[in-house]
């Protein structure tokens, strides 16, 4: 049972415009997710993360918003950029992280 | 810092063979987890250790799969035998717990694994 769900396995976005990535998930004890990026031959690295007691948070050009109510994450990015295509995974953490199966995000230049 | 460690970067070998994957955390790291990679499920947890100690192995698939952890510096996931659907992707990653578990944990580059 998948508790943490990128439902896109891919998006492809034009430079410069907003790439919008999207995760849910079912266990409500979850009380800490992040936004891990993947390019290929190489392990995930941490993007950006957001407390449950938090509905915003802001890295740049990155955001992540938290719907708790939803059971839903998304990542923002503006302006898109070509070095922003990889693979990201969103995490949802109660001890331990549960990875979702990622989204493959393409900037098209 | 070297970053998290992990040896062999390719291994290809044959159903019904031993395999060992090998992982160096990051010197002062407390945490360290082994995780699958597949195109289905995704980067599943398989299990990961505290001061050495495993902690959580609720992921291991079955028990041809074991991991170790001998010292601070040192892990190792084992397959005995080996099966084609273990084919995957296998990353070490390893985290100095500051507060949160949301600590930030940090990669490997991952061993490639397959199995024919």
């Known amino acids: 049972d998948q508790q943490v769900k990128q439902n896109s396995p891919s998006l492809s976005v034009q430079e410069g415009r907003i790439s919008i990535l999207n995760c849910d998930y079912t266990n409500s004890m979850f009380d800490y997710f992040l936004w891990y990026k993947k390019y290929p031959a190489e392990g995930p690295t941490f993007l950006i993360s957001?407390?449950?007691?938090?509905d915003k948070n802001e890295d740049g050009r990155f955001t992540v918003f938290l719907n708790k109510s939803a059971k839903h994450l998304s990542l923002h990015i503006v302006p898109s950029q070509p070095g922003d295509s990889a693979v990201y995974f969103c995490?949802?953490?109660?001890?331990?992280?549960?990875f979702g199966t990622g989204t493959r995000l393409t900037i098209i230049p | 810092d070297a970053g998290v460690i992990q040896s062999p970067r390719h291994e290809v070998t044959e159903m019904g063979q031993e395999v060992t994957l090998r992982c160096k955390p990051i010197s002062g790291h407390d945490y360290l987890f082994w995780y699958r990679q597949t195109m289905m499920r995704g980067l599943e947890l398989l299990i990961y250790?505290?001061?050495?100690?495993?902690?959580?192995d609720s992921g291991m698939p079955e028990d041809r799969f074991s991991a170790k952890m001998p010292n601070a510096s040192f892990s190792t996931l084992k397959i005995q035998p080996s099966e084609p659907r273990d084919s995957a992707v296998y990353f070490c990653a390893s985290m100095r717990r500051e507060g949160a578990l949301g600590d930030t944990q940090y990669f490997g580059p991952g061993t490639r694994l397959t199995v024919l």
């Open positions: 250790f505290n001061n050495n100690v495993p902690i959580d």
């Open positions: 995490a949802a953490s109660v001890e331990k992280l549960t």
């Open positions: 957001i407390s449950s007691i938090k």
